[in-house]
């Protein structure tokens, strides 16, 4: 099976991104996925290749509860790249006991976790029987991370060394943990960070290098923001990392990494030519009935791939150029939409304007980029149907559009602000200072 820009589930459920790298010359992204029905199950990790981050190939379950301690799920994690080899490193969760009523849920929500890996020799195959080894077993000192809520590694090179990120707690409070190995089979604890932003959980953690110090993402469990609660966010903040003492420090307050809300569990890498890239888990409330019958109900699909770029001492996030370059072909309405084929807007939006994109209206008020999809998200309650950027210090608006069935992404001054909501059922009512309109081949 077959995706094309957007990576989505192969049928099923699909939540974080895993894994992702450039590995033997191609993009590989795993994915949490439940494989028997649309909704979140038992964990295994799905697997798709990519040559260009455009055309995506799924290759079907890659891990799977295997072993007494990831039994009941493979939980997120990443990959790197060692000696040819292809090491996987993933959170391993064990329930203490089954829901009587539904085995893919732990009784009471109690359960615990150990980190894990897989060594695969060549990224095609994944031995989940021999070439399993756990190695951080559950934790049991509170000093050093909570026994149930510590997960997602992150690992990465640096100097002569590696080192792991982990999203933690303690006592109500989110915390960042950096592990250390020699050899990345063997670690041992390093230092910590706990910041009020990291809410009461810090999920998905990934610390890259940007300019002289660190970017970090992360997705706070419950944090506040502005006076208004976004629960459960993907956010972001320079920072600075010392390898000799393993202590992450913040630069600055952490910031909302898409304001379109639905995007979660960031996760980076380099693409081919060493820039990084990152893309996100887009949330869905509902599971889609594919129209042409290729697959089944499927609920979950991940961003564009995005850059990381410094301009002007503002981290920005624009589209990557591969996407860019697919459209190619001049679009006069939003019509390949009922092709199943995805529309590019691009123009610059005035103070007071509103942009009606399918029934997905855009407005500029206030210096702030505000949108409002109450009438391509009818019947759905519980939803959150506006949402704006931050105000723009910029004084032009530049918007960068991408629209397709179930996604609309918005890349405001080329990545400054991005703003990212999942729709249902965009019409063809199309009004707005566009000055191009583009589709795919």
Same mark, same amino acid.
């Given at each position: 099976?077959?995706?094309?820009? *957007?990576?989505?589930?192969?049928?099923?459920?699909?939540?974080?991104?895993?894994?992702?790298?450039?590995?033997?010359?191609?993009?590989?992204?795993?994915?949490?996925?439940?494989?028997?029905?649309?909704?979140?199950?038992?964990? #295994?990790?799905?697997?798709?290749?990519?040559?260009?981050?455009?055309?995506?190939?799924?290759?079907?379950?890659?891990?799977?509860?295997?072993?007494?301690?990831?039994?009941?799920?493979?939980?997120?994690?990443?990959?790197?790249?060692? $000696?040819?080899?292809?090491?996987?490193?993933?959170?391993?969760?064990?329930?203490?006991?089954? &829901?009587?009523?539904?085995?893919?849920?732990?009784?009471?929500?109690?359960?615990?976790?150990?980190? !894990?890996?897989?060594?695969?020799?060549?990224?095609? #195959?994944?031995?989940?029987?021999?070439?399993?080894?756990?190695?951080?077993?559950?934790?049991?000192?509170?000093?050093?991370?909570?026994?149930?809520?510590?997960?997602?590694?992150?690992?990465?090179?640096?100097?002569? !060394?590696?080192?792991?990120?982990?999203?933690?707690?303690?006592?109500?409070?989110?915390?960042?943990?950096?592990?250390?190995?020699?050899? @990345?089979?063997?670690?041992?604890? @390093?230092?910590?960070?706990?910041?009020?932003?990291?809410?009461?959980?810090?999920?998905?953690?990934?610390?890259?290098?940007?300019? &002289?110090?660190?970017?970090?993402?992360?997705?706070?469990?419950?944090?506040?923001?502005?006076?208004?609660?976004?629960?459960? +966010? !993907?956010?972001?903040?320079?920072?600075?990392?010392?390898?000799?003492?393993?202590?992450?420090?913040?630069?600055?307050?952490?910031?909302?990494?898409?304001?379109?809300?639905?995007?979660?569990?960031? +996760?980076?890498?380099?693409?081919?030519?060493?820039?990084?890239?990152?893309?996100?888990?887009?949330?869905?409330?509902?599971?889609?009935? &594919?129209?042409?019958?290729?697959?089944?109900?499927?609920?979950?699909?991940?961003?564009?791939?995005?850059?990381?770029?410094?301009?002007?001492?503002?981290?920005?996030?624009?589209? *990557?150029?591969?996407?860019?370059?697919?459209?190619?072909?001049?679009?006069? $309405?939003?019509?390949?939409?009922?092709? #199943?084929?995805?529309?590019?807007? +691009?123009?610059?939006? @005035?103070? @007071?304007?509103?942009?009606?994109?399918?029934?997905?209206?855009?407005?500029?008020?206030?210096?702030?980029?505000?949108?409002?999809?109450?009438?391509?998200?009818?019947?759905?309650?519980?939803?959150?149907?506006?949402?704006?950027?931050?105000?723009?210090?910029?004084?032009?608006?530049?918007?960068?559009?991408?629209?397709?069935?179930?996604?609309?992404?918005?890349?405001?001054?080329?990545?400054?602000?991005?703003?990212?909501?999942?729709?249902?059922?965009?019409?063809?009512?199309?009004?707005?200072?566009? !000055?191009?309109?583009?589709?795919?081949?």
């Amino acid at each position: 099976m077959k995706d094309y820009l *957007h990576l989505r589930a192969p049928g099923n459920w699909i939540n974080d991104p895993n894994g992702f790298i450039f590995y033997r010359g191609q993009y590989h992204l795993f994915y949490q996925h439940f494989p028997y029905a649309p909704c979140w199950g038992t964990m #295994h990790w799905g697997h798709a290749v990519s040559s260009d981050l455009v055309h995506w190939e799924h290759k079907g379950v890659a891990l799977f509860p295997s072993k007494y301690y990831d039994r009941n799920g493979v939980f997120s994690g990443s990959a790197v790249e060692q $000696d040819g080899r292809l090491f996987l490193y993933y959170t391993a969760i064990r329930y203490q006991e089954q &829901d009587p009523e539904n085995i893919h849920h732990a009784r009471e929500d109690r359960f615990t976790a150990s980190q !894990a890996m897989l060594v695969s020799e060549d990224g095609v #195959h994944f031995d989940n029987w021999n070439a399993k080894r756990q190695i951080i077993p559950t934790l049991t000192d509170p000093r050093e991370g909570d026994p149930k809520n510590t997960r997602d590694p992150k690992v990465w090179r640096q100097g002569d !060394a590696w080192y792991m990120v982990l999203g933690s707690t303690r006592e109500g409070t989110g915390r960042l943990l950096v592990w250390r190995s020699d050899d @990345g089979l063997n670690w041992r604890c @390093g230092g910590q960070c706990t910041d009020p932003a990291f809410g009461t959980t810090l999920e998905c953690p990934d610390l890259m290098p940007l300019d &002289d110090g660190m970017l970090l993402f992360g997705c706070p469990m419950g944090v506040t923001a502005d006076g208004l609660k976004y629960p459960d +966010q !993907a956010m972001f903040a320079r920072a600075d990392f010392d390898p000799g003492t393993c202590r992450v420090t913040l630069r600055e307050k952490m910031q909302v990494l898409d304001w379109g809300l639905d995007l979660y569990a960031p +996760q980076s890498t380099l693409d081919r030519e060493g820039r990084r890239v990152w893309l996100g888990w887009m949330r869905m409330p509902r599971p889609v009935t &594919d129209p042409t019958g290729s697959r089944a109900d499927w609920c979950g699909m991940m961003s564009l791939p995005r850059l990381v770029e410094l301009r002007d001492g503002k981290v920005c996030f624009p589209v *990557h150029p591969a996407v860019t370059a697919c459209f190619d072909r001049p679009a006069k $309405d939003l019509s390949p939409l009922r092709e #199943h084929r995805p529309v590019r807007l +691009q123009g610059t939006i @005035g103070e @007071g304007e509103v942009w009606n994109v399918g029934g997905y209206r855009i407005r500029m008020r206030d210096g702030r980029i505000e949108t409002d999809r109450s009438e391509v998200f009818a019947g759905l309650q519980g939803c959150r149907l506006t949402a704006q950027t931050p105000r723009l210090e910029e004084e032009g608006c530049a918007l960068d559009i991408y629209a397709e069935e179930n996604l609309i992404e918005i890349f405001v001054n080329e990545g400054r602000y991005v703003l990212s909501q999942i729709v249902y059922g965009l019409g063809q009512t199309l009004e707005g200072n566009f !000055a191009a309109l583009s589709t795919v081949e």
